[in-house]
């Protein structure tokens, strides 16, 4: 059949084999693979030559990406998380939103543009992505920190005020056109109000019913023993209540799939469902990206130079500067302040909503969504370097983000990222332990706090990495010393004094992660006992090559186990195996 019968599939296809090379691209130049899949999307976009993608389906399968974004953000919050921040994030967002829109209104002014156009360029210009964002928070592991959570919760609150602005926009429209209607205000508070009552409606009916509706279905698909029944049931909540949420509650898709994930947050089938998740939600924020990239129009650079480098300032230094200003307003840190300024200092999926919806109704000239969607390119290519900038002076001060402590007297406060207390910058520092002929624990979950209980029950000087607050508490409580950050970064792993450890254990589930932590700790101490965790042969080889003295397969030794018992309960009833008639190889499979 003919690619142009198959628009979905030649989308997909072409897209995500685009982004891919282009990715590859990116890292191989040390800058981040959002660039790559930027580019792929405006290869495929109707502004330049060859095959173009058909944008109204990028749209919608990009709006599956953020669907399931915010049901993984939602399963790692709970309401306790999103209350505790609100003091901030509430007067924050609100802020933040009003100085964005003022100063999209003096540029829409000194363009030439009505005062109608310029709010609502404002507002566009006022309301970050969704998905950079998130993606951010969770490539620097931050996501269920102090910091992650301001940074999420700041975001619910542009994201239910832009479901108002979308609702009163429409009503609004002929007096913002210019076209001298009077609004009817009796009909626009109705609205807005009717608005309000659905989202509170909403709200109310995940926190109460939803709380026990949505982790039962859950238990009861995982009580089926299908494991493709559970990974559905994932998605259908997710995608179902995300839907159901837009539709009967005018709530947007992203606030109704996070708040689907934070009532199932309370089920201890979490962690299971995130995992099942993955796969998804990253194919398809990628393809988020490609769709943003076909609504760039590159000649926007060449006729508005001047005009796309002042909406870029409005985003990453307007916004920033009034972030910044409002979180130490509040007393938090430096380092806090700067990462929420960074993680905001970019626009997207609402952004280019708005601009659609102005333009269509007559509000928002031409150039002003061309201008939007540049400012949205540009920001978000520009988002991984203003990390990174954070990030440096941080890492060279001692992050706030990893602080040696301990379960003794002495210890050292945590970070107020990971446990919520506040702790000085000046005290950040990444203090190398001083223990000696102890055994470092890199994660605290399931597997991990087995063995540190093990060891400290033992007696066994020990020493953990772990970045979840849960976890670190845990092992705290064991009386392990804990480095909160991720050992897989060669300055945290530093201060587990290697060269003077007995033993390294490497717990996490991933492969990558885990590999990374044992060919630096290799590096370290040529004569280490390294023992790690895996999860396939594949796994174990990748492991070993890197320098572990043994990777341990799960499954194995599971399977090892029963043979065992099996064994043992054949020999105290006196039966001898037939010859020829042993077990088979329990990883054949």
Sequence with gaps: MPAHHTPLVSMIAIGLVLAFLLGLVSHRLRVSPLVGYLLAGIIVGPFTPGFVANQALANELAEIGVILLMFAVGLHFSLKDLLSVRAVALPGAVVQIGVATLLGMALAWALGWPVGAGIVFGLALSVASTVVLIRALQERRIIDTDRGRIAVGWLIVEDLAMVLVLVMLPALAGALSGAGETPDWYAIAVSAGLTLVKVATFVAIMLIAGRRVVPWIM??????????????????????????????????????????????????????????????RDAFAVLFFVSVGMLFDPGVLVRSPWSVLATVAIIVIGKS???????????????????????????????????????????????????????????????????????????RKAPDRTLLTSAGDNAVPAADEAVGAAVPDAVADLTPTSLTGHDVLVGYGRVGSLVGSGLRAAGRPVLVF??????????????????????????????????????????????????????????????????????????????TDLGASLAVMGEREIAMRILERIEHDDEAAGVRPQAGGGPADPTAD
């Excluded at 029944?229 to 159901?244: N, Q, T």
């Excluded at 897989?488 to 992660?513: C, K, M, W, Y």
């Design 219 to 280: 238990h009861y698909a995982a009580h089926t023993g299908s494991r493709e029944l559970f990974r559905l049931s994932v998605y259908a909540v997710a995608l179902g209540i995300a839907y159901g949420a837009a539709a009967l509650f005018g709530v947007s898709f992203a606030l109704g799939a996070f708040f689907a994930g934070m009532v199932l947050a309370e089920s201890p089938l979490s962690q299971r469902a995130t995992e099942e998740a993955l796969p998804l």
């Design 321 to 395: 500067i009034a972030a910044y200003s409002i979180v130490r307003l509040f007393g938090r840190s430096n380092g806090t302040a700067l990462t929420i300024s960074a993680s905001l200092a970019q626009i997207g999926e609402f952004s280019f909503i708005l601009a659609g919806l102005g333009v269509g109704m007559g509000v928002l000239p031409q150039e002003g969504r061309d201008l939007i969607l540049a400012g949205a390119i540009i920001s978000i290519l520009l988002n991984p370097l203003i990390f990174a900038a954070v990030d440096r002076p941080r890492s």
């Design 466 to 543: 772990e970045e979840r607050a849960d976890e670190i508490e845990a092992a705290r409580r064991d009386g392990a010393e804990v480095v909160v950050g991720n050992a897989a970064d060669p300055e945290i792993l530093a201060t587990a004094n290697l060269p003077g450890a007995r033993r390294l254990i490497v717990t996490v589930p991933e492969a990558f992660e885990a590999g990374q932590v044992v060919e630096q700790a290799r590096a370290a101490n040529p004569d280490l006992e390294i023992v790690a965790r895996a999860h396939t042969d594949a796994a174990v080889e990748h492991l």
